[in-house]
C-alpha cells in the first residue's frame, strides 16, 4: 500500500504562482510514475504533469512552459511549481503514483483557486 498526502493548495490571484507537494509513504519503492491530475467542476479529470523514476518528465499543452515537475527520490515526495496561474486552473489537483504509467494510487486532492 502507498498513501499520498497533498499540501500547498490555496487561492492565487491571476500570474501568481503556487507550489503543491505530495509525500509518499509506504511501498512506494515499486512505484515508477508520480504525478498530478486535475478536475475542474463539470469537467473531466485531466493530467497535469508525469515524472518517470528515469527522470522523464511530460506535460498536459495547456501547462507546458509555466508548470514544472520535480521529484525527490530520498524524501518519495513530488513536488509541482506552478507559474503565471489563470484562471482556467482551478481545478482540484490530485496527487497519484503507479507501478508503470497509470495512476494505482490517489491522494486526496488539494484545491486551487486562480482569482482576483
Not at 497533498?6 to 500570474?15: H, T
Not at 507550489?19 to 519503492?29: K, M, P, T, V, W
Not at 508525469?50 to 525527490?72: C, E, L, P, Q
Request: aromatic share 12%.
Amino acid at each position: 500500500q502507498v498513501q499520498l498526502v497533498e499540501s500547498g493548495g490555496g487561492l492565487v490571484q491571476p500570474g501568481g504562482s503556487l507550489r503543491l507537494s505530495c509525500a509518499a509513504s509506504g511501498s512506494i519503492f515499486s512505484t515508477n510514475v508520480m504525478g498530478w491530475y486535475r478536475q475542474a467542476p463539470g469537467k473531466q479529470r485531466e493530467l497535469v504533469a508525469r515524472n518517470f523514476r528515469s527522470g522523464m518528465s511530460d506535460y498536459a499543452d495547456s501547462v507546458k512552459g509555466r508548470f514544472t515537475i520535480s521529484r525527490d527520490n530520498v524524501e518519495n515526495t513530488v513536488f509541482l511549481q506552478m507559474n503565471s496561474l489563470k484562471p482556467e486552473d482551478t481545478a482540484v489537483y490530485y496527487c497519484y503514483t503507479g507501478f508503470h504509467s497509470d495512476a494505482d494510487y490517489w491522494g486526496q486532492g488539494t484545491q486551487v483557486t486562480v482569482s482576483s
